[in-house]
């Protein structure tokens, strides 16, 4: 036996100092806490002190402890590679010593220590850990016990998939039945630890708990009324989980479990009551929620409601009593990360502007510096889903409540009942019609109430009625709502300028030019809020313009306008560092204004430009420099170069033809060329877009580089990544109309991948149309090349395009099949029904397509006979046959 190892005196006392001074709050402090913590690291048998204070030290506090354990937990996830043998052993055997000491606190520091060491792979290597474990919890001292159940739970919920995995010999085979056994322990702590640790194994269907479910479920029922609220959290919990997973098993059981539920729902410790309310939206989920739920609805409805008014807390922590903050500067923690979306090339459809696939921008995040999910937003989602599920059915048991809430003279009541009102907008939309119009004019009121916490909601209430209301006369709802949206964007409570600001930007999408009329009234409003808003409303607002830009296009395009709008976002432009993340949005921003101001965002093209080619540069550099020297220089944010590549496509889109000097100016291809062999898809996917737009706009200075990027645009037509593989197809394109018949070289490295899209069951409308459409461009080119493979592709390929509207992309499109056509006219043979269909999708083509289509039309029918036209003809349904016979007479 080796001797024990000691700490020598003075090291100690210099390591205890070093603790004391890390929980002082001083920053500076801090700062030389950390640099001698690293220089300590250097030192092997430093970790040996720290295991010691904690495990060791009774003599000092144990907040002092446990931080030394936890600094011994960091360095383990740093560096545990490094540690000596002899160190990582005495960690590992004081660990287990000490996992019962009387302290809660400490036991709570080793079990934590010891899953972080188990984490590091170290399961394999620590063999005796889970027996020792197991064995401990029949241990007679209940800190012993608790104190290995607490370690077994984090190592449950860090290694799942290791556990159940060949490379441990199967240890919850004898694990899971050992924890069920728990559940009817005395100690309350005991049996959430028991339920806490079973649940870690629901949701991936785990064999060794599959094999017990029966039990597990006996013994969840037997818990339901627990004393413990952690008790009762844990079971809902495993009860949503179960419904996910293991509907089957719960279903004999259901009319009981809602029941159960619906208690939970309205427990008094609101950890449980939200836990049960997760099962509602659960739940909603599965199909057989009509049936199982339907004779419930009465009772569940109004638990929900009740649910959705602010408790007591929510208030003090929202500083709901504080009605005028706007001149209180931000907290910087409280802002939220911005996710940039980056740009994707997308068809128009008939009837409407660009298909938005991602509409879950008017989710329930009206008070989002609160813990993030509480019971009332849980109660509001869950309400919002059912209200899909069951549409008219929930609306009679909402609508009685309603009446009561909307008028209610106690605000919080008031405010609850015009949550319900959006939440149930998208579900219960038909049925509400007949209300609205009494509706919406009370809640046009209720954006003038006293409370800020009521303006606020019904700001976000509105924005749900945002359709409908742009469906009406304008005078009658739109007005009044836009002039009362808009000095809501001016209050001065910050909470209700954010609200109001995501509310104008969901009407923007929905009236788009309906509100061209009032365009000087909206920036008056908007160029004002920047002169008024702090930081965080700030990043809403440059949404609130992006969107208003997006929305009126060209409309925007007056000198008195420019002049209105330009300056602000200009100077905000010049005071932000090329390191701000705020630089995001207002990229963001002014992509969609210089997209809508076309020739107008002329004068402000050049520095624009040159900041964009900078960020890209400075952003690759800097990756250049990671890759190399890791060590040295720490990884950029790509979404800099993301964000910048996105505004030059804006800024090619805008300006057309006159980008092309500023093109010539930089070296933007060059940088380009890297950004498409970048490993981060999204810049891949940006270079793509800006590709096509730069191809569109200035093609000269593209042409001398496509024999180095189509081989890369071949290898990117990966349908896995669907925005990648979207941009690269529209890319490859624009580039064949551009080269023409000098496309031919570069066929073979693209048409096998686009034919392949095209038949690949369950891909994306917007990928299949740009497919096609390439598809089809590359046949108006090089027709002997693309031809022969046409009988693979021209059924998907009608049908995806018969869909989308008459523009420039279709146009040249269907020049190329018909040119393809004409070269191999038996490859559309049997299925030319389909191509019929597809030209009578056509609402009024050019004279010179027309004339392709007659020619093709009659000369197959001239081909085949009166007779056998006629057989085939009447396949068709009535509206194609009328169409056909008026504009091409067959």
Request: aromatic share 8%; proline share 6%; glycine share 4%.
């Amino acid at each position: 036996m080796e001797c024990e190892w000691k700490p020598d005196e003075q090291g100690l006392q210099q390591i205890l100092q070093l603790l004391k001074e890390s929980q002082s709050p001083d920053t500076s402090t801090q700062r030389s806490v950390q640099q001698r913590l690293e220089q300590l690291n250097q030192y092997p048998d430093f970790n040996n002190y720290l295991i010691f204070v904690l495990t060791k030290l009774k003599s000092e506090d144990e907040p002092t402890r446990s931080l030394s354990g936890l600094i011994l937990k960091n360095n383990v996830k740093a560096h545990y590679q490094n540690f000596p043998n002899g160190v990582s052993d005495f960690i590992k055997s004081e660990c287990l010593q000490n996992i019962g000491d009387s302290s809660p606190l400490i036991r709570a520091t080793v079990g934590i220590l010891i899953t972080t060491i188990a984490s590091k792979g170290e399961l394999q290597n620590w063999p005796e850990l889970l027996p020792k474990l197991c064995l401990l919890l029949d241990s007679e001292d209940y800190n012993t016990c608790e104190g290995a159940f607490g370690a077994l739970q984090k190592i449950c919920e860090d290694s799942a998939e290791i556990l159940d995995s060949d490379m441990l010999d199967r240890p919850l085979n004898i694990m899971i039945p050992k924890f069920l056994q728990f559940f009817k322990h005395s100690s309350p702590k005991i049996r959430s630890h028991a339920i806490a640790c079973v649940n870690q194994f629901i949701i991936s269907r785990t064999q060794a708990l599959m094999l017990h479910i029966d039990p597990f479920i006996e013994n969840l029922f037997a818990l339901a009324t627990d004393d413990e609220p952690e008790v009762r959290k844990n079971v809902c919990r495993a009860l949503v989980m179960l419904l996910e997973v293991r509907l089957d098993r719960l279903l004999p059981h259901m009319h009981n479990i809602i029941e159960y539920m619906l208690q939970r729902t309205q427990d008094h410790d609101e950890n449980v009551a939200l836990e049960a309310c997760e099962f509602w939206l659960t739940l909603a989920e599965q199909p057989v929620c009509k049936e199982v739920l339907c004779g419930h609805l009465s009772q569940l409805t109004p638990v929900l409601v009740n649910g959705m008014k602010y408790s007591e807390i929510d208030i003090i922590l929202l500083k709901g009593d504080i009605e005028e903050d706007e001149a209180i500067p931000d907290n910087e923690q409280d802002i939220r990360p911005r996710f940039h979306r980056s740009r994707t090339v997308a068809q128009q459809h008939e009837g409407d502007g660009i298909e938005d696939e991602e509409d879950e921008d008017d989710e329930l995040d009206d008070d989002d510096t609160i813990s993030d999910w509480n019971l009332r937003k849980c109660s509001a989602a869950a309400l919002d889903v059912l209200a899909n599920v069951f549409r008219e059915d929930l609306l009679m048991h909402i609508l009685p409540l309603l009446k009561e809430l909307l008028f209610h003279p106690e605000w919080v009541v008031k405010e609850s009942g015009i949550l319900v009102l959006g939440a149930i907008a998208e579900g219960c939309m038909q049925g509400m019609i007949p209300y609205l119009p009494e509706l919406i004019p009370h809640l046009v009121q209720c954006l003038s109430d006293k409370k800020a916490l009521v303006r606020s909601i019904t700001c976000w209430t509105l924005s749900r009625y945002a359709h409908w209301v742009v469906s009406q006369p304008p005078d009658v709802y739109l007005k009044p709502l836009m002039t009362e949206l808009l000095k809501r964007i001016l209050d001065s409570n910050k909470r209700v300028q954010e609200a109001a600001c995501s509310a104008f930007a969901t009407l923007e999408e929905e009236a788009c030019t309906e509100l061209v009329p009032y365009l000087a009234f909206i920036l008056d409003t908007l160029v004002f809020a920047f002169s008024k808003y702090q930081h965080k409303n700030l990043l809403i607002l440059y949404d609130a313009i992006g969107t208003l830009a997006d929305s009126v296009g060209h409309h925007l395009n007056k000198p008195e306008y420019i002049q209105m709008l330009m300056p602000p976002l200009i100077q905000k432009w010049n005071q932000l560092k090329d390191e701000d993340k705020d630089l995001f949005p207002l990229l963001e921003c002014l992509s969609s204004v210089a997209t809508a101001l076309q020739s107008g965002f002329l004068p402000y093209c050049e520095p624009v430009y040159q900041r964009c080619v900078n960020l890209v540069q400075k952003t690759l550099a800097q990756s250049m420099l990671h890759q190399s020297q890791p060590e040295q220089y720490e990884a950029p944010d790509k979404d800099f170069m993301i964000v910048a590549l996105d505004l030059l496509s804006g800024l090619a889109e805008g300006l057309g033809g006159t980008i092309e000097q500023l093109v010539a100016r930089s070296n933007i291809l060059t940088l380009m060329y890297q950004c498409m062999q970048d490993k981060m898809p999204e810049v891949r996917q940006s270079s793509f877009a800006l590709l096509g737009d730069l191809t569109k706009a200035c093609f000269q200075h593209v042409k001398p580089c496509i024999a180095d990027f189509m081989p890369i645009l071949g290898t990117n037509l990966n349908p896995e990544l669907i925005s990648v593989c979207n941009n690269a197809t529209w890319a490859i394109g624009e580039i064949s109309i551009q080269m023409g018949p000098e496309m031919q070289p570069y066929i073979a490295m693209v048409l096998h991948q686009l034919v392949e899209i095209i038949n690949r069951p369950n891909t994306p409308k917007t990928l299949l149309e740009n497919t096609a459409i390439t598809i089809g461009r590359l046949g108006y080119v090089c027709p002997q090349e693309v031809a022969p493979m046409l009988q693979q592709f021209i059924r998907p390929w009608c049908t995806c395009l018969r869909n989308i509207r008459d523009n420039e992309e279709k146009d040249s499109a269907f020049r190329g099949i018909c040119t393809m056509i004409s070269v191999n006219p038996g490859g559309v043979v049997q299925d030319f029904i389909f191509f019929c269909d597809a030209v009578a999708s056509w609402v009024n083509p050019k004279d010179d397509l027309r004339d392709m289509f007659y020619k093709i039309l009659h000369g197959f029918k001239n081909q085949v006979g009166d007779d056998n036209w006629r057989r085939f003809a009447d396949q068709f349904p009535m509206p194609l046959k009328e169409r056909l016979a008026t504009f091409y007479g067959v």
